[in-house]
């Protein structure tokens, strides 16, 4: 299949890109994630995937910009909920530009970490794959969690230590702050 492979970042990429070389896909990657807060962590995630995608050869799409005022307006009041919403708005793009390059299909990095939602994000995309009228290509990658931390660490990969918006930030570090 020629498949858009949703990036959430360069560490998460690693067993994902694996298996699905393995299964002799044909690859392009897409950098949607307005969501990661603040700009400078971005830029750090950014980087981070492009000197890898330079190194396995992969072609990674990419919006110009920093989008996060539409991951905010997607999100604001509806905290509790706000992991779907993301969700959502990341696979939404990713479908929309699968469908309008001719993308046989999508799916997406989110399904490798063991700290994502995992049905959430099944169910979205088979979802915005009948909207879009576009295939989504389902692997539950999980199990290369230990494999993929292993090869970015050896690689000296940046690894960010929260999941990307301002929300895990708060979760991450508040708790750090207020344990003294």
């Known amino acids: 299949m020629k498949l858009l492979l949703h990036i959430c970042c360069a560490p998460c990429l690693i067993y994902p890109l694996k298996i699905l070389k393995q299964d002799k896909h044909e690859l392009t990657g897409c950098f949607y994630n307005p969501n990661i807060h603040p700009s400078s962590e971005y830029q750090k995630r950014l980087h981070t995937l492009d000197d890898y995608a330079q190194q396995q050869g ?60 995992h049905e959430w ?27 993929g931390i292993r090869i970015s660490k050896d690689e000296g990969m940046y690894r960010q230590p929260y999941c990307g918006c301002i929300y895990s930030e708060k979760e991450r570090y508040w708790r750090l702050d207020a344990d003294g």
């Open 121 to 147: 994000i099944k169910s979205t995309a088979e979802s915005l794959a009948k909207e879009y009228g576009v295939s989504f290509f389902y692997h539950d990658f999980r199990a290369g969690w230990s494999e």
């Open 58 to 117: 992969l072609e990674v799409l990419r919006p110009e910009g920093y989008d996060m005022e539409t991951f905010l307006r997607s999100v604001v009041f509806r905290e509790a909920d706000r992991c779907q919403a993301c969700y959502y708005l990341r696979l939404s793009y990713t479908a929309k530009i699968a469908r309008s390059q001719a993308f046989d299909g999508f799916t997406t990095t989110l399904l490798y970490s063991r700290y994502q939602k």
